[in-house]
């Protein structure tokens, strides 16, 4: 039977606690087994929110396949997704137990979930974690962030909460992607001097803007949550919420938190980024979407490295003063300059980059047990997020901008310090 919430007392609760800056006492549920034994007693207790194509497809698939985590309870705004994903879980288990919710806070309220598996829209990512993290949960959560400043806060709830927090994508545990790092960290192709990044090109089509019946089964005004109120249309959610500014920052967001995400483990620039930028592109025009279309961005280093992001066939590629190395597509095989780059071996007493090929769920339920941080914790994808807001940004005001990557600010800029975050719709709030 589903638990009745109190919500009211469960958001008074959660503030309380974020105001006294502490976190609560929880005793998680799970106990670790000898010699690497799993028992039901000892599980990892999983609640899932958000349950589209890639909330099921990818992230309850993989975990209703790891032995020591059980997924208790699923929710989305959608109950045809939800019901599915209930169907996906019980028909895993074997039986009829897995919860249903359409609103995320019944989840967080329940003592007996450990973790939540968070796969919303862009522009819920943020305010579901810390709401999570203040009711005692460790959060695994799909990337990005919705603003520079959101990513703020998340990165110090997280620390001050001391929560396990996973920024969600497969990238680190790729060896393509982990080889490609530690071969440039190492200095196989000599002194790093320019990145290059290329992210898929968009959808030719500008969404139909027109307002429309809200499906029975789409609880709308959650969807929308924190966003603005605008009216209905199919093109707005699941999927294409990625190319409306109001939910998300469009393909640079989409894919740059992927292939950025290299390019600062490589450049040894993952807990700090780029100090200017500059860039310029287009914008959808006659229908629905309204974030960049078309882009061509600048990014330079301290170290005065070059890094530059344009659209095509996704892939990377890092020059240095004795060759280059990178790929063409995702996944693709390494390509470089010289034979002996790809066939170098990164000798005992060279840098190692952490990583976990099993990937990014197993390397979170690790994490949880130990309480160390995951392969791509929450300060490094707040990093990696902001690189590409500031794209947006720098496209957007149609100048050069500096950035103070210690302070994360423009430097005496006004007018791209606005940019650094949204309003939020009542009463949602950070």
């Known amino acids: 039977m589903k638990q009745q919430i109190d919500r009211r007392s469960f958001l008074r609760g959660v503030v309380a606690a974020g105001a006294l800056g502490v976190a609560p006492t929880f005793v998680p549920s ?27 497809g990818h992230n309850l698939r993989t975990y209703l396949g790891q032995p020591d985590a059980q997924v208790l309870a699923v929710c989305d705004v959608d109950r045809n997704r939800m019901f599915k994903a209930k169907a996906m879980v019980d028909g895993n288990y074997g039986n009829s137990d897995c919860a249903t919710t359409t609103d995320f806070r019944d989840i967080l309220a329940r003592p ?5 598996m968070i796969s919303t829209p862009d522009h819920w990512h943020v305010l579901m974690s810390v709401m999570a993290i203040k009711a005692g949960k460790d959060v695994q959560c799909e990337k990005p962030t919705l603003t520079i400043d959101e990513g703020k806060i998340l990165v110090k709830t997280v620390r001050n909460f001391g ?10 545990s790729r060896r393509v992607y982990h080889r490609l790092a530690e071969l440039v960290r190492n200095g196989r192709i000599g002194k790093l001097q320019r990145i290059e990044v290329i992210l898929p090109k968009q959808p030719t089509f500008p969404g139909n803007a027109n307002p429309q019946p809200v499906p029975p089964e789409l609880d709308y005004d959650m969807w929308l949550g924190p966003a603005p109120y605008a009216p209905y249309t199919k093109d ?13 920052g469009g393909i640079i967001c989409d894919w740059g938190t992927h292939l950025f995400d290299t390019a600062q483990w490589a450049n040894d620039t993952e807990r700090s980024g ?40 996704p892939g990377i590629r890092f020059i240095g003063t004795d060759g280059w190395v990178g790929n063409r597509g995702w996944l693709a095989p390494l390509e470089a300059s010289h034979p002996e780059i790809l066939n170098s071996i990164i000798g005992p007493n060279e840098l190692k980059l952490y990583t976990n090929p099993a990937g990014e769920h197993r390397d979170f339920l690790d994490c949880v047990k130990t309480r160390k ?33 210690q302070m994360e600010i423009f430097p005496n800029d006004v007018q791209a310090n606005r940019l650094l975050s949204r309003s939020m719709r009542s009463p949602w709030k950070l």
């Not at 007996?112 to 939540?116: E, P």
């Not at 929560?163 to 680190?172: A, H, K, L, Y």
């Open 112 to 116: 007996d979930i450990d973790a939540v």
């Open 274 to 313: 780029p100090v200017e930028i500059e860039g310029s592109g287009s914008y959808w025009q006659n229908g629905l979407f309204d974030t960049v279309k078309d882009y061509n961005v600048t990014f330079r280093y301290a170290a005065g490295v070059v890094m530059t992001c344009t659209p095509g066939t």
């Open 163 to 172: 929560r396990v927090f996973q920024t969600s994508t497969e990238d680190r």
């Open 373 to 405: 941080d995951p392969y791509f914790p929450v300060d490094i994808g707040h990093r990696v997020s902001t690189v590409c807001h500031l794209a947006n940004i720098a496209i957007k005001l149609g100048r050069k901008l500096k950035w103070d990557p």
């Open 236 to 248: 707005r959610v699941h999927f294409n919420f990625r190319w409306i500014w109001d939910y998300s």
């Open 30 to 56: 799970r106990v670790l087994g000898r010699d690497g034994a799993v028992t039901p007693g000892e599980k990892i207790t999983v609640g899932f929110i958000g349950t589209g194509s890639h909330g099921t």
